[in-house]
């Protein structure tokens, strides 16, 4: 796959008529490279942003994570086993809750780019906040209440 | 590494390549993380199987070794980000959609690992 010569590269972005010229796409099992026909193929330094956002969201999850490694298997605690589980068990529902919707949100913006319309909003940061706000309650509650 | 040609006065490839480096040494570390042997006495119990973790973690981490050979031949094929095709564009993205939801996948399967080894304990 890596060589292959119909390999498409991103047009500067003044070049609206690429997708006229019949590029061979019926392959691909995700559409395109970046997120698929109608529209325009986005300037690469937005495509590569978008990118490095996904790989972002996908780190934050894997923080979190670690953490649910640390709480329910590594660390001794003498906490509430209800307490316990429960801060894990967020932790790792947190990080699967973006793990889905990370590459959903990727396929949107590269969407949106394609089309040239306003970026969507996502809930994903609010979600990961009060997330991450209530399982530090819980942490506190479980150094209290073992 | 040095290149004929123009580049990218940005770096938006390389930046790009490196957010995918630190990523998969995130994960891996996060794996092995999973496989140490609780900080108590492992004679206190409670553990998880060794040998859970280890099939489970293999498991994920071979979906990133598949990751790390897919990036290691786009990126040698796209003259190190210079550029994807004719065009003389950059690639975009730096890895194939798939790769995406395959790293996706593999990050919610081991948070499910997690979660299950402490049902399992």
Redesign the interface.
Known sequence: ???R????????IADHTRHADGTDRADR???A??GGPPGSEPD??F??????T???W??T??????G???V?????LDWHTGVR?AV??SL??L??VI??Y??LR??RVQKAMRRDQPLPMSALPVITAVGVALVCAAVLLGNYWS | MSHPGPR?S?L??E??LL??Q??VI??V??AL??L?D???DPAAGG??DPLYRLAAVLAVVAAVGVLIA?LR??W???AHGL????????????????A??L???A??A???V??A??VL?
């Open positions: 796959m890596a060589g010569p119909t390999t498409e590269g991103a047009p500067d099992a995700a559409g490279d970046s690469y330094r495509t590569l942003a978008n990118e490095r996904f790989l972002a996908i780190r999850a894997l923080a979190l994570i670690a649910a490694v640390a329910l298997h590594l660390v001794p589980l894990g068990f790792t529902g990080a699967v793990t889905v990370a590459p990727w396929i | 990218d940005g938006q490839p930046r790009t957010a995918w630190r990523t995130v994960f570390a996060v993380l999973y140490r609780p900080f108590e553990g998880v897919h031949r786009r040698r094929a796209t550029h994807d095709d004719a065009t003389g564009n950059p690639p975009a993205p730096v890895a194939r959609p798939w995406l939801v790293l996706s996948a990050t919610a081991l948070a499910l997690v979660a080894g402490a304990a």
